[in-house]
């Protein structure tokens, strides 16, 4: 047995796939970027007057992103506290894995999740970073 779980409290998906799915005591976030609920925006990208994409704030994509997971968990009827696997992925871990890395010590302070940290060339939209989380939660009643 299995709950889909959808919410508007998370930017909506890029593709055809839920924001999470519970089976049994786990739950699995699909992958989570920092655009903002309700739109495609994405906080610190920095665009030139044609449009195109020139730079970026990897901390304001970083909170960004720690906050819609944090949506979708609370969707699901978890916790931060509950999350037990966490995946990153970053277009540039040179550029970005040491402010990344200390505002994960901020956030995770207490949360004793595995993490993997992987870096890829690019993510379907413009973001600079995207988790891939499982959470561990008390059985259903």
């Given amino acids: ?3 889909i779980i959808r919410t508007q409290k998370a930017p909506a998906p890029v593709g055809a796939y839920p924001h999470a799915r519970r089976v049994g005591d786990l739950l699995f976030l699909s992958g989570v970027g920092p655009r903002l609920p309700g739109s495609n925006l994405i906080p ?6 044609s449009g195109h994409l020139v730079g970026y704030d990897i901390e304001a994509q970083c909170r960004q992103v720690f906050a819609n997971v944090r949506a979708v968990l609370e969707a699901s009827g978890a916790r ?3 999350l ?3 995946t990153v992925f970053l277009t540039d871990m040179q550029r970005d894995f040491a402010s990344y890395n200390r505002l994960y010590a901020e956030y995770f302070a207490g949360v004793d999740a595995c ?3 992987l870096g890829i060339h690019a993510l379907p939209t413009p973001i600079a970073i995207e988790l891939k989380c499982v959470a561990a939660l008390p059985s259903a009643s």
Avoid at 44 to 49: F, Q, R, S, W, Y
């Fill in 1 to 3: 047995m299995s709950d």
């Fill in 44 to 49: 610190g990208n920095l665009h030139d007057e």
């Fill in 80 to 82: 931060w506290e509950d």
């Fill in 84 to 86: 037990v696997d966490v």
């Fill in 115 to 117: 993490r993997t940290t």
